[in-house]
């Protein structure tokens, strides 16, 4: 199956600080990419989503000026948690989206768990 | 309005019984519909997928779903239970353009 890799995997950063996450395609080109945020216990909550060379779409509630999101290429989007809280503090996880033939399947990465103190 | 609702937030079953996870839609155009797994502090598994076609899909690791747009519903089912499944499972509808994920039902199996 396609792999979505993530990278950190994990961060701890000061409060006001900035941090960015990356998610890969790595065996295909992923026309859309997805970010999630789930708390403990909690299901995932779709962040926004993002198509390579344009803006992204930001659901309901989610501040984008606060978590930017860029997509720069058909294999990499980055998402940038700015001047960040402890109430930031979460697990992060991309999907991608686009294999050749499988156009409906969203590939998930293993996630990020950001730690503001 | 989309939405996913599985019953059921703890499943606990015996090692070698029928696994039984619900899972119920609501949508107005046809869903697409997905299970997947997540063991701790990882990412998401792909178990397996219903878009359109044979209504009994199968999946990795012994597992199927079935399709029954009467019920609206695609519940997971596996005929043994093993330790390794032991996870958190997760129904989704990915159409539309809209992610819609189930609040997640937690499996435990027990020696």
């Known amino acids: 199956g396609a792999v979505v890799s993530q990278h950190p995997s994990r961060v701890i950063c000061k409060s006001g600080t900035s941090v960015k996450i990356e998610c890969r395609s790595l065996d295909f080109q992923a026309t859309t990419m997805f970010w999630y945020r789930q708390f403990p216990k909690k299901s995932l909550m779709l962040m926004a989503t993002?198509?390579?060379?344009?803006?992204?779409?930001?659901e309901q509630g989610v501040e984008k000026d606060k978590f930017l999101i860029n997509h720069a290429s058909l294999t990499l989007s980055t998402l940038t948690v700015t001047s960040a809280h402890p109430e930031d503090s979460s697990f992060y996880i991309c999907?991608?989206?686009?294999?050749?033939?499988?156009?409906?399947?969203?590939?998930f990465g293993p996630g990020t768990r950001l730690l503001v103190l | 309005a989309q939405s996913v609702t599985q019953l059921g937030s703890h499943v606990s079953v015996s090692e070698g019984a029928l696994v039984l996870l619900r899972c119920n839609y609501s949508?107005?155009?046809?869903?697409?519909l997905f299970w997947y797994v997540q063991y701790p502090n990882q990412g998401l598994q792909l178990l397996l997928k219903?878009?359109?076609?044979?209504?009994l899909v199968k999946g990795i690791n012994g597992f199927e779903a079935e399709f029954k747009k009467s019920e609206t519903s695609f519940h997971l089912t596996k005929p043994s239970a093993h330790m390794s499944d032991a996870a958190e499972y997760f129904c989704a509808d990915l159409n539309a353009g809209k992610s819609t994920f189930g609040d997640g039902t937690t499996l435990t199996v027990k020696p």
């Open positions: 999907s991608a989206r686009g294999g050749t033939g499988d156009v409906e399947t969203q590939y």
């Open positions: 219903y878009t359109t076609g044979a209504t």
């Open positions: 993002s198509n390579e060379g344009s803006k992204a779409t930001y």
């Open positions: 949508s107005s155009v046809p869903p697409y």
